[in-house]
């Protein structure tokens, strides 16, 4: 990659989102300007002033990058990294940028009123799952979450990520605090969901479920007095809760999937990020309240039916401010 030596600048003056290198040999790095999540953004080779430290990171990189998928700390930027070759047999590395602490639940963008709603769930026990396509939010979702509600109720929390992408370990808020592992094989997620128990947490967030045997073990946690906040990559509520049913249904827990998720659901959130901002539904189960219709529709598999009574939950809140 060619170098100029005037006017330099360091990555972190740059405003991107995500910025390709090249590792296997020197090329010029690309990116795309601007913060807006998913959104299509332009992307553009990177600007002259900026070769310098570019090719610093692509010397670091090649250096420290031995897995695949790994979040760095670079010159002040927090990164998540993935590693891949092309069909060419290039190797490349594509960086999201990242900021060190999840944002707070009112800049995510979410309707006004669903905030309050989902600040309240912290209060509950049960499985709150965030689902859509990748590069959604969805580990920004459950983050931001996770520090609201240490924040605000206290306790302990445990993540399970992959990796690592927000810096929230330590203390949070004056009676939470916040333990950070990273998973390093697929099958250490159901491994590292029992360790969790153990810890006595009250909430449990698992960054992605894509196991039988994690499936399993969320709905356990789900149902043993935990809040458990987990991610799916899916097109829809529905297809969420459904891929969810389908695996844990391979694991040991079999036929009981159904009455587990139904027993221990608390909310599913579909969000996607449109031209017009963060796009989101939901749909909440009542506390307490074993007999309510989304339970009932899940215990009987008829999920395709509770679409129904999202958008009713929908236009209440939209309506009044609660869905009751």
Not at 18 to 33: G, N, P
Not at 56 to 63: F, I, K, N
Not at 187 to 198: I, N, V, Y
């Amino acid at each position: 990659m060619p170098s100029k030596m005037s006017s330099q600048h360091p990555l972190n003056d740059l405003n991107f989102t995500d910025i390709y290198l090249r590792l296997d040999t020197d090329a010029v790095a690309h990116y795309r300007a601007g913060f807006g999540g998913a959104i299509a953004l332009p992307d553009a080779d990177l600007p002259e002033a900026y070769f310098d430290d570019a090719n610093a990171l692509t010397c670091y990189l090649r250096e420290n990058f031995s897995n695949d998928e790994a979040a760095i700390d670079y010159n002040g930027m927090r990164m998540r990294a993935t590693r891949l070759e092309t069909s060419r047999g290039e190797t490349w590395a594509a960086l999201r940028r990242l900021p060190h602490r999840p944002p707070p639940l009112e800049r995510l963008g979410f309707i006004p009123q669903l905030t309050p709603l989902l600040e309240g769930l912290g209060r509950r026990s049960g499985l709150i799952l965030v689902c859509g396509a990748s590069g959604q939010g969805k580990t920004t979702t459950i983050s931001s979450l996770l520090s609201r509600y240490l924040e605000t109720y206290g306790g302990i929390g445990f993540t399970l990520e992959d990796p690592v992408e927000y810096d929230s370990e330590g203390r949070c808020g004056e009676n939470g605090y916040c333990y950070q592992t990273e998973i390093r094989q697929e099958e250490d997620w159901s491994l590292m969901l029992k360790r969790a128990l153990r810890w006595h947490p009250r909430y449990i967030t698992v960054g992605e479920i894509r196991t039988p045997d994690a499936a399993s073990q969320v709905l356990r946690a789900a149902t043993s007095g935990h809040t458990v906040l987990a991610t799916m990559h899916a097109g829809s509520m529905e297809e969420a809760l459904e891929g969810l049913l389908q695996l844990a249904e391979q694991d040991d827990t079999g036929a009981r999937a159904p009455l587990l998720l139904a027993a221990g659901l608390t909310c599913v959130l579909y969000q996607a990020f449109l031209p017009s901002g963060l796009y989101a539904q939901f749909m909440v189960t009542e506390a307490d309240n074993p007999g309510s219709p989304v339970r009932a529709l899940i215990r009987d598999r008829r999920i395709g039916q509770t679409r129904t009574l999202a958008d009713q939950q929908m236009a209440r809140l939209l309506q009044n401010g609660r869905i009751t």
